[in-house]
Protein backbone atom coordinates (compact mmCIF):
# COMPACT_ATOMS: atom_id res chain seq x y z
CA UNK A 1 0.00 0.00 0.00
CA UNK A 2 1.55 3.58 -0.65
CA UNK A 3 2.51 5.45 1.51
CA UNK A 4 -0.04 8.60 2.33
CA UNK A 5 1.49 11.99 2.35
CA UNK A 6 0.89 15.47 2.69
CA UNK A 7 1.19 16.15 -1.29
CA UNK A 8 -1.24 13.09 -1.91
CA UNK A 9 -3.53 14.62 0.03
CA UNK A 10 -3.09 17.61 -1.69
CA UNK A 11 -3.17 16.47 -5.15
CA UNK A 12 -6.32 14.57 -4.25
CA UNK A 13 -8.45 17.72 -2.53
CA UNK A 14 -7.33 19.77 -5.88
CA UNK A 15 -9.06 16.69 -7.84
CA UNK A 16 -12.27 16.93 -5.72
CA UNK A 17 -12.80 20.60 -5.38
CA UNK A 18 -12.00 20.46 -9.39
CA UNK A 19 -15.20 18.21 -9.34
CA UNK A 20 -17.01 20.12 -7.13
CA UNK A 21 -16.94 23.52 -8.91
CA UNK A 22 -18.39 21.49 -12.21
CA UNK A 23 -21.33 20.29 -9.70
CA UNK A 24 -21.56 23.57 -8.66
CA UNK A 25 -21.87 24.72 -12.03
CA UNK A 26 -24.26 22.75 -13.27
CA UNK A 27 -26.72 22.97 -10.43
CA UNK A 28 -26.43 26.71 -10.89
CA UNK A 29 -27.38 26.59 -14.72
CA UNK A 30 -29.92 24.17 -13.84
CA UNK A 31 -31.23 27.28 -11.43
CA UNK A 32 -31.20 30.04 -14.15
CA UNK A 33 -33.05 27.70 -16.31
CA UNK A 34 -35.93 27.05 -13.69
CA UNK A 35 -35.67 30.30 -12.82
CA UNK A 36 -36.29 31.26 -16.56
CA UNK A 37 -39.17 29.06 -17.00
CA UNK A 38 -40.98 30.44 -14.20
CA UNK A 39 -40.76 34.05 -15.35
CA UNK A 40 -41.89 32.00 -18.73
CA UNK A 41 -44.88 31.22 -16.99
CA UNK A 42 -45.44 34.43 -15.35
CA UNK A 43 -45.56 36.36 -18.43
CA UNK A 44 -47.86 33.88 -20.74
CA UNK A 45 -50.11 34.38 -17.37
CA UNK A 46 -50.11 38.48 -17.79
CA UNK A 47 -50.74 38.52 -21.22
CA UNK A 48 -53.13 36.56 -21.19
CA UNK A 49 -54.96 38.40 -18.47
CA UNK A 50 -54.49 41.13 -20.61
CA UNK A 51 -55.70 39.84 -23.54
CA UNK A 52 -58.86 39.19 -21.64
CA UNK A 53 -59.13 42.69 -20.32
CA UNK A 54 -58.96 44.13 -23.68
CA UNK A 55 -61.98 41.97 -25.04
CA UNK A 56 -63.61 42.96 -22.06
CA UNK A 57 -63.39 46.48 -22.69
CA UNK A 58 -65.68 48.52 -24.68
CA UNK A 59 -63.55 49.57 -27.97
CA UNK A 60 -64.43 51.73 -30.75
CA UNK A 61 -64.28 51.03 -34.23
CA UNK A 62 -61.34 52.17 -36.14
CA UNK A 63 -61.24 55.87 -37.47
CA UNK A 64 -58.66 56.90 -39.43
CA UNK A 65 -58.13 60.03 -40.21
Do not use: C, F, S
Amino acid sequence: MPEVTNELMYELLEIVAIRLAGVEHATDVNNIYAIAGRIDQHLERIEQRLELRELAEAQRPYEPK
